[in-house]
Nanobody, 122 residues
Framework: QVQLVESGGGLVQAGGSLRLSCVAS????????MGWFRRAPGKEREFVTG????????IFPESVKGRFTISRDNAKNTVYLQMNSLKFEDTAVYYC???????????????WGQGTPVTVSS
C-alpha cells in the first residue's frame, strides 16, 4: 500500500520559514517524480513545484520563485519543500504527490498525501 505522509505545516508569521516533508512508502521512490501542490481557501488546487526522478525541478507560479525550493532524498524516500519569506497569500493546505509519467505540473498524480496546513499570519 502506497502512502505519502506530509508534515511540517503550521502557523508562522509573515516573513518566516517552514520546511515541509513528505515521506513515501510502498513504492520505488527513486522512480517517481514528486510534486507539491496547494489549495488555498476557496480556490482550486494549484501546482507549486516539482522534482523529477533525476533531480530536475520546476517551480510555478511566479509568486513563489526565489522563495520556495524543492529537494529530495532518495535514501530517505522523502521530498522536502523549503518555504522562505512566507506571505499571507501562501496560506493553504499543501499536498505532495507522486507520479511515474507525464508533466510534473499536471494534476494527474498517481498518489497523494493527506495534506498539511500552512497558515501565514500577516
Amino acid at each position: 500500500q502506497v502512502q505519502l505522509v506530509e508534515s511540517g505545516g503550521g502557523l508562522v508569521q509573515a516573513g518566516g520559514s517552514l520546511r515541509l516533508s513528505c515521506v513515501a512508502s510502498g513504492l520505488t521512490f527513486s522512480h517517481y517524480a514528486m510534486g507539491w501542490f496547494r489549495r488555498a481557501p476557496g480556490k482550486e488546487r494549484e501546482f507549486v513545484t516539482g522534482i523529477d526522478w533525476n533531480g530536475d525541478t520546476m517551480i510555478f507560479p511566479e509568486s513563489v520563485k526565489g522563495r520556495f525550493t524543492i529537494s529530495r532524498d532518495n535514501a530517505k524516500n522523502t521530498v522536502y519543500l523549503q518555504m522562505n519569506s512566507l506571505k499571507f497569500e501562501d496560506t493553504a493546505v499543501y499536498y505532495c504527490g507522486a507520479k511515474l509519467r507525464g508533466p510534473i505540473w499536471a494534476r494527474d498524480y498517481d498518489y497523494w498525501g493527506q495534506g498539511t496546513p500552512v497558515t501565514v499570519s500577516s
